[in-house]
């Protein structure tokens, strides 16, 4: 059994940065892509950006120049930076995971509300 928990949201200015973090915890044999996605109330879930194991980075074209992804294989932990907030960026971010020999686990989400 695994577990991903995100922290680090909050309230914020528009033009502000906040950095979440997702840390695993459990059985981990492997931790291979890590994700972070959005939901903004009455939306779908949106896909934001990814690191593999071997650090390749990918982004939604609507945070590629504002949000940057990283991780710490030595903490099991992603995160992710997010600079020059919006009101539009206003979501619960979750991180995804997935687990060697256990599949793809989601955290329970962490809320960022920015205020214009």
């Known amino acids: 059994q695994v577990q991903l928990v995100e922290s680090g949201g909050g309230l914020v200015q528009a033009g502000g940065s906040l950095r979440l973090s997702c840390s695993a915890s459990?059985?981990?044999?492997?931790?291979?892509?890590m994700d972070w996605y959005r939901q903004a109330l009455g939306k779908q879930r949106e896909f934001l950006a990814r690191?593999?194991?071997?650090?390749?980075?990918n982004y939604a074209d609507s945070v590629k120049a504002r949000f940057t992804i990283s991780r710490d294989d030595a903490k099991n932990a992603a995160y992710l930076q997010m600079n020059s907030l919006k009101p539009e960026d206003t979501a619960v971010y979750y991180c995804?995971?997935?687990?060697?020999?256990?599949?793809?686990?989601w955290g329970q989400g962490t809320q960022v509300i920015v205020s214009s």
């Open positions: 459990g059985s981990i044999f492997r931790i291979n892509a």
């Open positions: 690191i593999t194991s071997g650090g390749t980075t």
């Open positions: 995804h995971a997935d687990f060697a020999f256990r599949g793809g686990y």
